[in-house]
């Protein structure tokens, strides 16, 4: 069986050295785009004056962009597109048949796929965000913490997406459930914007739901600290309730696709 995932990381792999110049543009485009934070945000702490705000320095405030930012480099999956294509074209009867589960395929596709973004994107635009805005905003980090806060996320953001995509068993055009997701998921999961700055009640709300492990908890982790909806938990509690978290997700996502496999006739449903 090791055998088989190692074939399906390396199938990956190779799979993603073909589209290796669309992940080069990263080089100019999360630069461009953190530049761009890093001006709406001076901007707006030299016109308000103040030197916290929503309890960050502009210092901490660019720790937290940069590094929320970047980890979608890292996370960035389309588990929710192969799976509407392959319920559309009756491609998923194959994938029923083969010894590996379809969300245990989908993840070991992804941990290929992502491991060389983490050496063509993720690792080199943290190095230019660190020139363009000094290594200071790596300073104070917990980098422990913020490693083992990524499996979460990892895993998070495939059980979403996974989610998302079995709405194509049971709606006509699922793609309006995956672009409200895009709209709403960067805010949902405190991706650019940290959570703190919604309102309190909005806070609370977050704080039971599992986005804030795709962008918020890990940014936060790394600064080495976790407050939301005026609750201050430990590094290794959040860290615990998102194990539980995931758990939870797991099983929900399991259970929509033994109902919604049922639906399936082999040429789309």
């Known amino acids: 069986m090791l055998e088989m995932e190692r074939a399906v990381i390396a199938i990956s792999?190779?799979?993603?050295?073909?589209?290796?110049?669309?992940?080069?543009?990263?080089?100019?485009?999360?630069?461009?785009?953190?530049?761009?934070?890093?001006?709406?945000?001076?901007?707006?702490?030299?016109?308000?004056?103040?030197?916290?705000?929503?309890?960050?320095?502009?210092?901490?405030?660019?720790?937290?962009?940069?590094?929320?930012?970047?980890?979608?480099?890292?996370?960035w999956d389309d588990a929710d597109e192969s799976l509407h294509e392959d319920i559309l074209t009756g491609a998923l009867t194959a994938s029923l048949l083969k010894p590996l589960s379809y969300m245990y395929f989908q993840l070991l596709h992804k941990i290929g796929h992502r491991f060389l973004a983490l050496l063509i994107e993720y690792i080199p635009v943290m190095i230019m965000a660190g020139f363009l805005f000094g290594f200071d905003i790596y300073a104070e980090h917990h980098i422990g913490y913020f490693i083992a806060s990524?499996?979460?996320?990892?895993?998070?953001?495939?059980?979403?997406?996974?989610?998302?995509?079995?709405?194509?068993?049971?709606?006509?055009?699922?793609?309006?459930?995956?672009?409200?997701?895009?709209?709403?998921?960067?805010?949902?999961?405190?991706?650019?914007?940290?959570?703190?700055?919604?309102p309190l009640f909005l806070q609370k709300a977050f704080i039971f739901l599992p986005f804030q492990y795709i962008a918020y908890v890990p940014a936060q982790l790394f600064m080495g600290n976790y407050t939301l909806g005026e609750v201050t938990l430990a590094p290794i509690k959040v860290l615990f309730y998102g194990v539980i978290q995931v758990i939870v997700l797991y099983f929900i996502v399991a259970l929509a696709w033994k109902i919604s496999v049922k639906r399936y006739c082999g040429s789309g449903t």
Request: aromatic fraction near 18%.
């Open 150 to 198: 990524i499996p979460l996320a990892f895993i998070t953001t495939l059980l979403i997406n996974m989610l998302i995509g079995i709405a194509a068993f049971w709606l006509v055009k699922p793609k309006g459930v995956k672009w409200l997701y895009r709209m709403v998921g960067g805010f949902l999961s405190g991706r650019g914007l940290p959570l703190a700055l919604f």
């Open 13 to 75: 792999w190779k799979a993603a050295i073909t589209w290796r110049f669309s992940m080069l543009l990263s080089l100019i485009t999360g630069p461009m785009v953190l530049f761009v934070n890093y001006s709406v945000w001076s901007s707006i702490y030299m016109a308000t004056g103040k030197t916290l705000i929503g309890g960050y320095t502009f210092e901490q405030m660019m720790t937290y962009i940069v590094v929320s930012f970047t980890l979608f480099y890292l996370l």
